[in-house]
């Protein structure tokens, strides 16, 4: 059993992307279907001999190039990603639930294309294994479709 995305929703997802000012009500669709499609928002650490971090299943490799090359040029948005800490750690992709959902939030960003609108699932759907998940992962966008529906409703 994992959390419950209701509350990962109003307590962990909303308040985070509202700090970075990045909030909108598909994008907090989009990072709650990806906990739920990556993790179950219940494994913090990948199944087997993945490296993948957090509910939102980033690898450090990712996270490392997230920093590097993205929020290295953009000062504000990168203290607000760090919060009262002073450097990047891809270890706090597990322990820290606004980090790691900050930087999903951050790695869907940097993608050139707009975010699904919200209620869409299925463009929620695909979108997460365009830019998420790759072509080369192993999930489905219908995985993510039943996951969603399992998990959320509707």
Request: hydrophobic share 35%; glycine share 10%.
């Given at each position: 059993m994992g959390l419950d995305p209701h509350q990962l929703r109003e307590f962990v997802i909303r308040p985070s992307l509202q700090r970075l000012d990045l909030w909108s009500k598909a994008a907090e669709e989009l990072?709650?279907?990806?906990?739920?499609?990556?993790?179950?928002?219940?494994?913090?650490?990948?199944?087997?001999?993945?490296?993948?971090?957090?509910?939102?299943?980033?690898?450090?490799?990712t996270h490392t190039d997230i920093?590097?090359?993205?929020?290295?040029?953009?000062?504000?948005?990168?203290?607000?990603?760090?919060?009262?800490?002073?450097?990047p750690d891809h270890t706090r992709l597990v322990w820290d639930l606004a980090y790691s959902c900050s930087m999903c939030r951050?790695?869907?960003?940097?993608?050139?294309?707009?975010?699904?609108?919200?209620?869409?699932?299925?463009?929620?759907?695909?979108?997460?294994?365009?830019?998420?998940?790759t072509p080369l992962g192993a999930g489905t966008p219908g995985q993510y479709i039943d996951n969603w529906q399992r998990s959320i409703g509707k």
């Amino acid at each position: 059993m994992g959390l419950d995305p209701h509350q990962l929703r109003e307590f962990v997802i909303r308040p985070s992307l509202q700090r970075l000012d990045l909030w909108s009500k598909a994008a907090e669709e989009l990072i709650v279907g990806t906990g739920i499609q990556e993790s179950g928002l219940r494994h913090l650490h990948q199944i087997g001999s993945g490296p993948a971090l957090g509910l939102w299943q980033m690898e450090p490799k990712t996270h490392t190039d997230i920093w590097e090359n993205f929020l290295h040029f953009r000062t504000k948005l990168s203290l607000k990603v760090l919060g009262p800490y002073t450097k990047p750690d891809h270890t706090r992709l597990v322990w820290d639930l606004a980090y790691s959902c900050s930087m999903c939030r951050i790695h869907y960003l940097r993608c050139p294309e707009s975010l699904p609108p919200a209620g869409d699932i299925e463009g929620q759907a695909n979108f997460w294994k365009k830019h998420y998940n790759t072509p080369l992962g192993a999930g489905t966008p219908g995985q993510y479709i039943d996951n969603w529906q399992r998990s959320i409703g509707k």
